[in-house]
């Protein structure tokens, strides 16, 4: 099983990221997954995941801003972050949850 998380970068306060997380060798429709993110200094922390039919779990602190969804006919999760502050600069990382696999980890920055 391979995740591959990707869209990261540099975004500045109040901008729009959508990260991707593409998972191969797995039951990706029936897999429960996560985003999480780590940032410096600090523990890994659930940001967002989602059911095999869609149900949503999202943070307090991203609520209202952060959207998870996912296509299952591209084996793909997402995860829409609108209205960036500069505490969401973080390492965020995907998760299936059945066997526990990670994504490498795409690294967002919000600064102007």
């Known amino acids: 099983v391979q995740l591959q998380a990707s869209g990261g970068g540099l975004v500045q306060p109040g901008g729009s990221l959508r990260l991707s997380c593409a998972v191969s060798g797995s039951r990706f429709s029936i897999s429960l997954m996560g985003w999480y993110r780590q940032a410096p200094g600090k523990q890994r922390e659930l940001v967002a995941s989602?059911?095999?039919?869609?149900?949503?779990y999202v943070a307090d602190s991203v609520k209202g801003r952060f959207i998870i969804s996912r296509d299952n006919a591209k084996n793909t999760v997402y995860l829409q972050m609108n209205r960036v502050k500069p505490e969401d600069t973080a390492v965020y990382y995907c998760?299936?949850?059945?066997?526990?696999?990670w994504g490498q980890g795409t690294l967002v920055t919000v600064s102007s």
């Open positions: 989602i059911t095999s039919s869609s149900d949503t």
């Open positions: 998760r299936q949850y059945a066997g526990d696999y």
